[in-house]
């Protein structure tokens, strides 16, 4: 003889099933989600959240000091609009050199919010390729920052001074290590 409890017996529908009859007999698989758990906090990744942290920080330093440094080099402050032959050429240039640097302006709020979702939750489904690619993405930027040193002939001081590029493999390197634990 079969022992039924009450919670075999109650469908999730709302109605109850009699033993023995074909409805008892288990048809559909349950129904999961794979969005996993979005508490803050309860699976946190330090090395990635470090670099979500670093990465908000930068996003401030691009708003608060980086615009001021890059308004000072406006060529109508630099020199007279008559003292050179090709200065609308040059205004247009810094112009567009002004409109990329907001545009990593965005690109790193838009990683520090990637970061601090991976670091603190569980939403993304395939949290180690996302990692991974991030950690990619970092060390492709610390690349084209001494690539471009490199071809601009720069004196090694300069690779210091300049030494973004640092920044960005330190942060690939701790992305991809966080990476290995997700």
């Known amino acids: ?32 989600f794979a969005l996993g758990d979005h508490t803050l906090g309860k699976n946190m990744n330090y090395q990635i959240a470090i670099v979500g942290c670093l990465t908000l920080f930068a996003f401030f330093a691009h708003i608060f000091g980086g ?3 890059a308004l ?27 409109c990329a640097f907001q545009l990593v302006t965005v690109d790193l709020l838009v990683l520090s919010t990637l970061l601090f979702l991976l670091a603190f939750t569980d939403i993304f489904i395939q949290k180690q390729l996302i990692g991974f690619s991030l950690a990619a993405f970092y060390f492709l930027w610390g690349c084209a920052w001494l690539i471009q040193l490199v ?3 720069r004196k090694g001081q300069d690779y210091l001074i300049l030494g973004h590029w640092l920044f960005w493999f330190a ?12």
């Not at 109650?10 to 409805?23: E, I, K, M, N, T």
């Not at 942060?171 to 997700?182: D, E, H, Q, V």
Request: glycine letters at 8%.
């Open 151 to 153: 071809f601009l002939k």
């Open 1 to 32: 003889m079969e022992c039924y409890t009450d919670a075999d017996l109650f469908l999730p529908h709302g109605g109850f099933v009699q033993p023995g009859s074909q409805a008892d007999a288990p048809s559909v698989a349950p129904l999961t």
């Open 67 to 69: 615009i001021r440094e």
């Open 72 to 98: 000072s080099t406006e060529p109508a402050k630099l020199t007279q609009k008559g003292s050179l032959a090709n200065f609308e050429v040059v205004e247009r240039n810094w112009v567009q050199s002004m």
């Open 171 to 182: 942060c690939s390197g701790l992305i991809y290590w966080g990476s290995l634990s997700l």
